[in-house]
């Protein structure tokens, strides 16, 4: 008799005592069946279970949140992350690919994934898929006919039996009756496909159109080489069944420059072990029952040794399950140092998955005393644990800070990491058209985190001054104080891709100036810091106080005209932004922004407007989405503005404004994934996570916070040096979104910030909420937060 059919039974009248004592032992196993039950269904709103990797993979569909964008002929920008199984700053993903790539760039850039997209391609088991569509190489099971790339033999797949949690994803492909599902480990993936009866089951793996070589070794394995020296988990992979299969083959594009498919012009052989060329990759082929589950692993590395080591050391079997498990289980520790309680179950779930999403960047290359590829194409001996870049101009301006609260360990590894490669190149990296690196350095100095700060200070300044370095334009920057742009010979209109954005980069030098001046001077090099220091100011030599914008200006000096402030540009004058969204790009600076707008009121009203006027250029940006006014979330170079009112004496409409942003552009779509543009692996992701919290980095190489308005009633944050964050929201609702008193540790607090200093051996902020400001509350003058020009009185 089954367990289930003993619960709940009464014993006979008249019951022996071994019948009773058999009774009692079933009612003892009853219960823990109950309790274990319940802990299930307790354990169902743990931070690991409320996190969907789904969310950022849709649009918005709002038009009144996506302007005029897209395009024609393009999708609206979503987040463009991944729903894939990985690890945290996972070189690998096992991954689903439902844009056709290789055919084009739909969404502008290569992405892997597209939630309305109908049909699936196939999925990918190594690095390169949590941000543009480089994993490689895609492995697609297939019943009956296939197709190989770029064409491939695309399924239906049912939208509502599509499940992802951290470090788990499966997809159910109607047109092949086949389920797929995928987990990884930090260098190894593996995949499960259950099959219906077909004598034709077939697995195919192919490199995309760079190619590479593929090798079959035997009835259960396959090997290759990438073309192009792979990903960051290395050039060669090697992939294993869980059962032979029974027949297979090779293929690949046909010579030459016929870049078409179909009949003919792929070469495919049956029975062949290795093949080299575009596109390269082989079948193999399998007769399944129904529900016969066949199994694929897979590893990359910097030879087939190291690729195979892997696997064998990380994967040694077939359970699907553990390597499962043992992924969601380490999600559950990262995503359990931060534990909320209030706001609704959506805010929950966004949170989670946002925080989920946080960690996509930077990559780990390789773990300490493993072999990895350097920047100059070397193969090297991990001294630390060895990141690859960070994405300086997204993620800079705010995950890094996260990093920083939570993980410092890995934000050691990943300083070391960047300073090696600035070894290695000669110069630090930077991003678009910013420097930027200077921000986690001092960042993380400024927080504590122990590194030899001294060593990566020359690479640093070298950045700021070697016009041969990687700052473009640096030489009319420093000549000048400002960059010109050109304009060009046709008409000009938006959106215009080419220029030097000099009015962006300008303000994005200066920005950095600011940050390397305050870390000279805590090296104690005056020279520099007074250098630095100056040219911090250089921001203020492309704004135009006539019109009371940020202006391009041409070689000559002269104001470039016409000049729309509303009107997008991706390049010209400004970078992927309006001359609204540039005005605020200012964030070491913002009392100094105030004195040039006209003191506090003007600033307040151009605020005002920039977050009221309708938006209504004649240009189309893709990059902005996520609308409110001018103000657009869903890029970079204005996503600090909403914290502004905390410097202009009017903290109550950032408060506001934060919560607004927070409930319009996230999650507000018909499906609930909906993102305000890219992600930019964790950027726009980590804006939810520390606003929803409470507090913003405006500027992230201080180590102040600005305080917006707490989405939860209770935040506990375990900081990575043992001590805990607090963060109490009394009287909290959707209502209550304005402050009314704060309290840090126990103490009355009237200021609109904290620093870290104040938090750093753990604290407890405590607000209480209220459903009308409180104008008195953070809006005196001197409790404004720092700023590089000091508040006059």
């Known amino acids: 008799m089954k367990r289930s059919d003993q619960c709940g039974r009464r014993s006979p009248r008249h019951a022996t005592p071994s019948f009773l004592s ?81 055919l084009s760039y739909p969404n502008g850039v290569p992405v892997p994934y597209y939630y309305t997209n109908p049909t699936m391609i196939g999925f990918t088991g190594g690095g390169g898929s949590t941000y543009g569509g480089h994993a490689e190489p895609m492995i697609a099971p297939v019943v009956g006919d296939w197709s190989p790339a770029p064409a491939n033999r695309q399924s239906y797949y049912d939208k509502s039996r599509e499940h992802a949690e951290p470090g788990y ?14 987990t990884a480990t930090r260098w190894a993936s593996i995949m499960r496909f259950t099959f219906p009866q077909s004598e034709r089951s077939n697995v195919t793996i192919n490199f995309p159109r760079h190619g590479g070589e593929v090798e079959v070794m035997n009835d259960t394995m396959i090997r290759g080489k990438a073309q192009d020296g792979g990903g960051t988990d290395g050039a060669y992979f090697v992939a294993k069944f869980s059962r032979p299969f029974v027949a297979s083959g090779t293929f690949r594009k046909s010579p030459g ?26 079948y193999v082929t399998f007769a399944t029952r129904a529900g016969d589950q066949v199994l694929v692993k897979m590893a990359h590395g910097t030879s087939y040794e190291q690729a195979e080591q892997r696997l064998n050391a990380e994967i040694p079997g077939w359970n699907f399950d553990a390597v499962h498990d043992a992924a969601r289980d380490q999600w559950a520790t990262l995503l359990n140092r931060v534990r909320v309680s209030g706001g609704t179950e959506k805010q929950r779930r966004l949170f989670y998955s946002t925080l989920f999403q946080s960690f996509a960047s930077p990559r780990l290359i390789a773990q300490k005393g493993e072999k990895f590829t350097d920047a100059n194409g070397k193969v090297q001996v991990a001294a630390h644990d060895r990141y690859g870049p960070v994405p300086f101009w997204d993620t800079g301006r705010n995950q890094i800070v996260l990093l920083e609260l939570m993980e410092p360990q890995v934000v050691r590894d990943i300083m070391a990491s960047e300073l090696d490669m600035a070894r290695e190149k000669g110069f630090m990296n930077t991003s678009f058209h910013g420097d930027n690196a200077v921000f986690l350095y001092l960042g993380a100095w400024e927080r504590g985190i122990d590194f030899d700060y001294a060593a990566a200070y020359p690479y640093l300044r070298k950045n700021a001054l070697d016009p041969s370095g990687p700052r473009g334009y640096l030489d ?34 200066a920005w950095d100036d600011y940050a390397l001046a305050r870390f000279a001077r805590k090296l104690g090099k005056n020279d520099d810091y007074r250098l630095f220091a100056k040219r911090a100011g250089n921001y203020a030599n492309v704004f135009d106080k006539s019109i009371g914008f940020m202006r391009g200006r041409t070689a000559d000096g ?52 920039f977050f009221s006027k309708p938006y209504r250029p004649t ?13 657009v979330q869903g890029n970079q170079p204005d996503q600090q503005a909403p914290y502004y009112y905390d410097w202009s004496g009017q903290p109550w409409k950032t408060q506001a404004l934060v919560r607004k942003v927070l409930d319009l552009t996230y999650g507000s779509d018909a499906a609930g994934y909906g993102y305000p543009g890219m992600d930019d692996q964790g950027a726009t992701s980590s804006w939810y996570v520390l606003s929803a919290m409470g507090f913003y980095p405006v500027d992230p190489s201080s180590q102040t916070y ?3 308005s707490p989405v939860f009633d209770h935040v506990a944050l375990d900081m990575g040096n043992g001590k805990t964050l607090e963060i109490e929201a009394k009287n909290n609702s959707a209502d209550n979104v304005y402050i009314q008193s704060a309290t840090l540790n126990g103490r009355s607090w009237n200021k609109p910030w904290f620093t870290h200093d104040d938090i750093r051996n753990g604290a407890k902020l405590e607000f209480v909420m209220g459903p009308e400001p409180n104008r008195q509350w953070g809006a005196a003058r001197d409790a404004a937060p720092p700023s590089m020009t000091s508040v006059s009185h």
Not at 169 to 182: I, V
Not at 262 to 267: A, E, L, R, T, Y
Not at 270 to 275: A, D, R, S
């Open 22 to 102: 058999a009774s009692l032992a079933v009612m003892s196993l009853c219960l823990s069946t109950q309790a274990l039950a319940q802990k299930r269904v307790r354990a169902d709103d743990s931070p690991v279970t409320l996190a969907d990797p789904l969310t950022g993979t849709a649009p918005l569909d709002r038009q009144a949140l996506i302007g005029n964008a897209p395009p024609p002929g393009e999708p609206v920008y979503s987040g463009q992350t991944s729903p894939g199984a990985r690890l945290p700053h996972a070189s690998v993903a096992a991954s689903p690919v439902n844009n056709n790539i290789e």
């Open 257 to 282: 420059d016929n870049e078409g498919w179909g009949i003919g012009v792929s070469d495919i052989d049956p029975g062949e072990h290795q093949v080299a060329g575009s596109y390269a990759g082989a």
């Open 169 to 182: 994803y499966s997809a159910y492909l109607d047109s092949f009756d086949t389920k797929a599902e995928m």
């Open 619 to 631: 240009g189309i940006c893709r990059d902005c989405t996520g609308v409110i006014g001018q103000y």
């Open 706 to 708: 600005i305080i917006g």
């Open 558 to 609: 002269a104001w470039i005209s016409p000049f729309d402030p509303a009107e997008p540009y991706y390049n010209f004058m400004m970078k992927e932004a309006s001359g609204w969204s540039t005005l605020w790009l200012v964030p070491h600076d913002v009392q100094g922004l105030i004195n040039l707008l006209g003191g506090r009121d003007a600033f307040n009203a151009k605020l005002d407007a």
């Open 476 to 509: 009319e920057y420093m000549r000048q104080g400002w960059i010109s742009d050109i304009v060009p010979d046709h008409n000009p209109s938006p959106p215009y891709a080419g220029g030097k954005a000099g009015v962006a980069t300008t303000l994005e030098y």
